[in-house]
């Protein structure tokens, strides 16, 4: 099984909440509508992009077009009042995001590049350069600002660095669309070969330990601050940290 960051990413919060997850199944998968939203604001961002590749620009209504479909294509949301919220949302969103888009000169390289290692496996937002730097950019929706702190030391983007092969001059960036506001921010950041040394060391940790497990052997609980938001507390499956 290739792992991805999403599972790695978990195996640090708690490797019990791994376990339950990917080895046992304990959690059917569930669309919800932050995810939904989360989604299709990338597929206009990549639309948008992929346009802007052939030297075309998408509208910001188009664009919103784009998203409220997504929306409606993935069935999450089924009433009229909770699409025209998202949809104005979209709309402060997108607007943010053109403002950026437009004041700087992109040349997009790759979208939502597939990159499989022996055992990884990662999509990568986009790769473009952005006023001649070379970037690796993830799109996030949140519902607040990301401070600069996050953008230096997330190993998110660490891990698409590592999976860009380490390629010189190349700087990490989140670009960060903040739920029913126009404000945008790109927040760029760098690796270093260190940064992707010590993570790629801490992955093949990882690795090593799943594949010793047997099929009943569990790993260690790590109670802390993730049981507030982890499934398997909420659905009865890990008695988690009772003292929230
Ligand atoms: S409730 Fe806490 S200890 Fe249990 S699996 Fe979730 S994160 Fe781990």
């Not at 937002?125 to 949140?142: G, L, N, P």
């Not at 903040?178 to 990882?206: A, H, N, Y």
């Amino acid at each position: 099984m290739a792992l991805s960051w999403s599972q790695f990413n978990m195996w640090r919060d708690c490797p019990y909440k791994w376990y339950g997850f990917y080895r046992l199944k304990l959690v059917p998968r569930v669309k919800n509508i932050h995810f939904s939203v989360g989604s299709a604001t990338h597929d206009a961002i990549q639309k948008a992009l992929s346009a802007w590749q052939y030297k075309s620009r998408l509208t910001v209504a188009e664009m919103v077009g784009v998203f409220s479909k997504y929306l409606q294509d993935d069935g999450v949301v089924s009433d009229p009042d909770t699409l025209q919220y998202w949809t104005l949302s979209a709309q402060n969103m997108f607007q943010g995001w053109m403002g950026w888009a437009s004041t700087h000169e992109i040349e997009v390289e790759a979208l939502e590049k597939k990159v499989v290692t022996t055992n990884f496996l990662g999509y990568i937002d986009c790769i473009a350069r952005v006023d001649s730097q070379r970037y690796i950019i993830d799109w996030k929706t949140s519902s607040s600002a990301y401070d600069q702190k996050r953008a230096d030391t997330d190993d998110q983007v660490t891990v698409y660095r590592w999976l860009d092969g380490c390629t010189p001059d190349t700087k990490v960036a989140y670009g960060v669309l903040i739920k029913g506001t126009s404000r945008f921010q790109f927040l760029e950041s760098e690796r270093t070969d260190e940064d992707v040394s010590k993570l790629t060391s801490e992955i093949r940790g990882m690795e090593d330990t799943i594949t010793t497990y047997g099929v009943d052997d569990m790993p260690e609980k790590q109670p802390g601050s993730p049981c507030k938001w982890c499934e398997l507390y909420s659905m009865g499956h890990c008695e988690g940290e009772d003292d929230f």
